[in-house]
């Protein structure tokens, strides 16, 4: 049996997830088929017998991919089936609704010497929403067979596809890129001597990309030889080294673009033309700025600010705490518990219930709830993509590029994890800014919608603390981008479509994000309870307030302010709750209020937040930006108060 | 399941054993390994409670 398979020409499928291969596959092998995990890795791949034109064939089902350079498990399996299995044809089932997005593929599969026959799928779908392709004049420009099909319903295409296999020629075809790195080409490929399955070429492209397995596979085939080889990809990985992965990401765009140029027609009238043009106001600046103030304002503002930390705080803190849960439980403890210490621990001061549980349940949960609703419905339909776009240019400005968008707008759910995934960007440079900019001016959604609800009680001390964030978030990423060294890479990014997000999807996400962070919040609340209540009954939280009161009266607080900022190291959202009382006690001036949300939103990351910034950045790092960021937000809090009692706007 | 913010597919597989150490009893998002973007993932509890436990039996 196993000659047998080994001696059966191949058919291997191979493409994106979700373009109906599985269809293709279980079409044309019937209900011969095995599925087992691919040598050495836990991925599933299928195989199956099918007969054509009386010549049997092995076919194979790869896992889904995007590109022959692979990223994932699943991915680096399709390449390592291309690799050694030597295919009779590579069937590359694209989606027809979205051949541009796919095509580059295709060109990678041809460009790699492999015999690719191409079937756009799902015809059906695109004709429906009005697009007519040229099977035929792609088929003339690809210079390999291509066959349209509908294998979903109907089998459409499949006796054209079974015809195509039987009848298969492999051909070579060159796309050719631009003319320096096609010289860049030429001189590392023309240094390989060994046989390959991979043209030289491709081989060539995926060395320059740094490819791993690839670079141990040239250099076992090439032995002596292959220090030539990495001299020359080394020299001009080095020359190139700012925009690479974007030339070639860009010719291949290129050459698609010429490709499918009289190939796609679009019927007036059947086509979502809105969602198109949507998408591009959001990219243009003059008036993709503006829409980005208008989900500011309803999305964060509005609905977070003012409905989640002002209507649903006030509700459950000032009614269900402070009117019935409160006075209940208190009453309760002082009259069962006669000891003062336990009685401090339970609803005392800093009690584990008129502190903890409070905060937690009354005053952050509303808060992130709202926010975890906005940032899913944002999410859900498409626009973080093109606010990458939008602030790319901006953020280049600032040592970074629209890559960056992704932790800056975590950040804001949660400053901590944003930080692990500042390790996501391409170079060392871009992780130290992004660090550095999310402990300094990125509030966390809790202590953002606290601020937001405090200060929008004052006039103009919502826009004062705005522009206070955004110049210190600008200022300070252009001055670390001039005194950080390193590498400006570039930022490309394929923009996926617009979507309407659903009810359910938001629901889902948004319980599951509340879930999480009330897992993670209530324990740490507690601890920090406990923490405070024995600094109070020690006598050791005092001298630490004794402390801070010279910077707080420098700042031109009241010394009750100092617990906020204890309490802020904790954890942001714990110092912000702690800025909520002292409001409600009635204890700050608008002048007050807005100086210490400034400090307090630009004041040290938490203990959370430091930690990962030293695991993920190292400890003098850490400790550099600790120390920054530290002097940075009382420095400013001095000159806003300086400023504000001077001028008299408040 | 698809990532939020660039659409490649993400499979379970994918959840990674190591996180920032946040969560309590391991790390319940999925990075994208495209983009980077934090994806998350339903927990069993909550995933029975939205269905009302349909699919007890």
């Not at chain 1, 210490?596 to 990351?605: N, Q, R, S």
């Not at chain 1, 990962?612 to 000159?639: D, H, K, N, P």
């Amino acid at each position: 049996m196993q000659k047998q398979q080994r001696d059966e020409k191949k058919i291997i499928l191979v493409g994106n997830p979700n373009v109906g291969k599985s269809v293709v596959f279980n079409t044309l092998t019937g209900s011969y088929t095995t599925v087992s995990n691919y040598p050495g890795t836990s991925v599933e791949v299928s195989r199956g017998q099918c007969q054509i034109a009386d010549e049997s064939f092995l076919v194979l089902d790869t896992p889904g991919m995007y590109s022959l350079l692979p990223i994932t498990e699943e991915e680096r399996v399709a390449r390592r089936i291309l690799l050694e299995e030597s295919p009779y044809v590579v069937v590359h089932v694209i989606d027809a609704r979205n051949l541009e997005r796919m095509l580059p593929m295709t060109l990678q599969l041809i460009e790699a010497g492999l015999p690719v026959l191409l079937l756009v799928n799902i015809m059906d779908e695109a004709e429906r929403v009005g697009m007519q392709i040229d099977i035929s004049l792609l088929q003339e420009k690809l210079q390999i067979p291509v066959i349209g099909g509908a294998l979903g319903r109907g089998k459409r295409g499949l006796w054209e596809l079974r015809d195509a296999i039987s009848d298969f020629q492999p051909r070579q075809t060159t796309f050719v890129y631009a003319t320096d790195l096609e010289k860049d080409i030429q001189k590392i490929s023309t240094l390989m001597q060994g046989d390959y399955i991979l043209s030289k070429r491709c081989l060539t492209l995926m060395l320059l990309q740094r490819d791993e397995e690839i670079v141990q596979r040239v250099q076992d085939r090439e032995n002596s030889q292959y220090a030539k080889v990495e001299n020359a990809v080394n020299e001009t990985v080095f020359a190139r080294r700012v925009d690479l992965h974007l030339r070639i990401s860009l010719e291949r765009k290129r050459i698609c673009k010429g490709l499918l140029a009289g190939v796609i027609t679009q019927q007036e009238g059947e086509r979502p033309v809105f969602a198109d043009r949507f998408s591009n106001w959001t990219m243009n600046p003059w008036t993709g700025i503006p829409l980005l103030l208008l989900v500011l304002y309803f999305g964060i503002y509005q609905f977070v600010g003012v409905f989640g930390a002002g209507t649903i705080v006030d509700f459950l803190e000032g009614g269900i705490f402070e009117e019935y849960l409160n006075p209940w439980v208190i009453g309760w403890c002082e009259q069962y518990i006669p000891w003062y210490w336990l009685n401090e621990l339970l609803v005392g001061e800093y009690g584990l219930f008129t502190l903890g549980v409070r905060y937690a349940v009354a005053i952050i949960l509303p808060i992130v709830g709202t926010f975890f609703i906005a940032f899913a419905v944002i999410e859900d339909s498409g626009y973080f993509p093109r606010l990458a776009m939008l602030v790319d240019r901006v953020f280049k400005r600032i040592g970074l590029n629209g890559r960056a968008v992704i932790p800056m707008v975590l950040g804001f759910g949660c400053d901590t994890m944003a930080t692990v995934v500042t390790r996501t960007l391409e170079s060392t440079r871009e992780r130290v800014i992004a660090t550095l900019l999310l402990a300094l001016a990125i509030p966390c959604s809790a202590q953002m919608g606290v601020i937001l609800g405090l200060l929008s009680s004052v006039p103009g001390a919502l826009m004062v603390w705005l522009v206070c964030m955004v110049g210190v978030f600008l200022l300070v990423g252009f001055l670390a981008a001039q005194v950080v060294p390193g590498e400006r890479p570039m930022f490309y990014m394929e923009i996926p479509p617009m979507r309407l997000p659903q009810l359910q999807n938001v629901m889902v996400k948004t319980l599951t994000r509340m879930q999480w962070y009330f897992l993670e919040i209530f324990p740490l609340f507690m601890i920090a309870s406990v923490l405070l209540w024995a600094g109070k009954l020690s006598g050791a939280l005092e001298w630490l307030v004794e402390m801070f009161n010279p910077i707080m009266r420098l700042l031109g607080l009241p010394g009750e302010a100092s617990t906020a900022f204890i309490l802020g190291f904790f954890r942001r959202d714990f110092g912000a709750a702690g800025l909520y009382d002292l409001q409600t006690e009635g204890l700050l001036d608008p002048v007050q209020l807005t100086v210490a949300a400034v400090t307090l939103t630009l004041f040290v990351p938490c203990v959370a937040q430091f930690l990962v910034m030293q695991r993920e950045r190292g400890w003098r790092t850490a400790l550099i930006i600790f120390f920054v960021v530290t002097g940075l937000a009382f420095s400013v809090g001095w000159s806003l108060n300086q400023f504000l009692l001077m001028t008299g706007i408040l | 399941m698809k990532c939020a913010f660039c659409e490649h597919e993400l499979t379970p597989e994918m959840l990674r054993d190591e996180g920032c150490g946040a969560c309590i009893g391991g790390c319940r998002k999925i990075h994208c390994p495209y983009c980077g973007h934090e994806n998350p993932v339903v927990s069993e509890f909550l995933d029975k409670l939205l269905k009302g436990g349909k699919d007890k039996g």
